[in-house]
C-alpha cells in the first residue's frame, strides 16, 4: 500500500501536533435540537456516500500511525448507525489508539450501552440541554428526557466507562434557568456536566451574538449558590473546569465564543462521506473517500493528509468582522 514515513508526528503550520480525531459515522439523528437542525430534518447522506466500517477503520488506523492518540466518535446521532457496537470493537483493537470515546443524545443508550462497553468504549458524552421534560422538548421537539436519563444510568453502571459527561448548549433565554439543577446534578451523581456555549453551526442560520450565553455568566449564577474553584487546565483542553469547594463534584465550561481556545487546538474532524476537515468553522476540506476507493495507498493518503493538516486554520475567527458560517452545520459535521 506504499511505505509510510512513520514516526513523525502530523503538525499544523502553526506547530501544534494534532493527536484528536473526531469521526462522524453518519450524518441523520432521531432529535431535531433547535441549535443544531430544522424541524423537518435536513435532507440526508445517501448510503453509498458514507464511509464503510472498513474505510474508517483503514483511515483510523492511518491516523493513529500518525500520532494520532484519541478518536471521537460522533454523528448526527452515531448509535442511529445500524451495528455502531462492531466499528467500536473494530478500532478498539488499533494498535497505539490509546482513548476511544462516544458522543451521543442518548436516546438510544439504554439498549446499546452493554454492547459498547464490551466492544471498547471507555469515556461517552451525552448531550442533555435541559433536566426538566417540558423544556427538553422545546429545545429537541422530542419527549425523550426519561429514556436519555435511562441510557445515562445504563452507561454509568458500567465502572470501566469513565468519566461520563453531560453536555448542555447554553443559549440566552434559556439555559439561565437551568444553571443550578445542572449544578445540583453535578453535586449529587458522578457525571461531570459541561455547558457549550452556543455556536453558529444551526442549519437554521438563526445564530447571532446576543443568543450566546457566556460561560462566565452561567458560572457567575451557579457560583453564587455553589461556590467554585478552578481547577488547572490541561493543555489542549476545550473546557475550564470548575470544582465546588466543598467537595461535591465539577462542572465545566466550554467558550468557543467568549474565550476561544483555538491556540493549542489539536483536534481535526473526519465527516461521515470522508471529507477530513482541521477545524469546526472550516471554508474548505479534503477529500479522503475519493483517493481511499480509487486505490490510493497509505503513502498518498499519508501525504494528503498532512499537507491538509499543515494548512490547518489558525483559529476560527468567529468574532471577527467578515467571519463566514461554513457551509456543513453541526449534524454534517460531526460534534
Not at 511505505?3 to 459515522?25: A, C, E, M
Not at 476561544?260 to 482541521?278: H, S, V, W
Request: proline share 6%; glycine share 8%; with cysteine.
Amino acid at each position: 500500500m506504499g511505505q509510510l514515513t512513520g514516526g513523525n508526528p502530523l503538525v499544523d503550520g502553526h506547530g501544534r501536533r494534532i493527536s484528536d480525531l473526531r469521526v462522524s459515522v453518519t450524518d441523520r439523528c432521531n432529535f431535531r435540537c433547535q441549535y443544531c437542525m430544522p424541524a423537518e430534518g435536513l435532507p440526508w447522506l445517501e448510503r453509498e456516500e458514507i464511509l464503510s466500517f472498513e474505510e474508517i477503520e483503514r483511515l483510523v488506523r492511518l491516523f493513529v500511525s500518525l500520532g494520532v492518540e484519541d478518536v471521537r466518535l460522533t454523528g448526527g446521532e452515531p448509535l442511529a448507525r445500524r451495528d455502531l457496537p462492531r466499528l467500536v470493537a473494530m478500532l478498539a483493537g488499533i494498535p497505539g489508539l490509546a482513548d476511544l470515546s462516544l458522543t451521543t443524545n442518548g436516546y438510544l443508550l439504554e439498549r446499546e450501552a452493554a454492547a459498547l462497553v464490551a466492544a471498547g468504549i471507555r469515556r461517552v458524552n451525552v448531550s442533555v440541554d435541559s433536566l426538566q421534560r417540558d423544556r427538553f422538548f422545546q429545545m429537541t421537539r422530542r419527549d425523550a428526557l426519561p429514556q436519555v436519563l435511562r441510557g445515562l444510568e445504563a452507561i454509568g453502571s458500567h465502572p470501566s466507562v469513565r468519566p461520563i459527561k453531560v453536555n448542555a448548549v447554553a443559549i440566552r433565554g434559556f439555559s439561565e434557568a437551568e444553571a443550578l439543577r445542572f449544578a445540583e446534578f453535578a453535586r449529587s451523581t458522578a457525571y461531570q456536566v459541561r455547558f457549550i456555549e452556543f455556536m453558529p453551526l444551526d442549519a437554521d442560520a438563526a445564530w447571532t451574538p446576543d443568543q450566546v450565553l457566556k460561560g462566565e455568566e452561567l458560572r457567575a449564577l451557579i457560583d453564587a449558590a455553589f461556590p467554585l474553584e478552578e481547577v488547572p487546565r490541561e493543555p489542549s483542553a476545550t473546557a475550564r473546569v470548575f470544582r465546588f469547594r466543598d467537595g461535591g463534584g465539577e462542572i465545566g465550561f466550554i467558550n468557543p465564543i467568549s474565550e476561544p481556545f483555538c491556540a493549542d487546538c489539536n483536534r481535526i474532524r473526519l465527516t461521515a462521506d470522508g471529507k477530513l476537515r482541521t477545524c469546526l468553522f472550516s471554508l474548505h476540506e479534503t477529500d479522503l473517500r475519493g483517493p481511499l476507493r480509487a486505490g490510493a495507498g497509505d503513502r498518498e493518503l499519508e501525504e494528503t493528509i498532512r499537507a491538509a493538516v499543515w494548512r490547518k486554520e489558525l483559529k476560527h475567527r468567529v468574532n471577527e468582522p467578515g467571519f463566514r458560517r461554513p457551509a456543513r452545520t453541526m449534524s454534517a459535521i460531526g460534534g
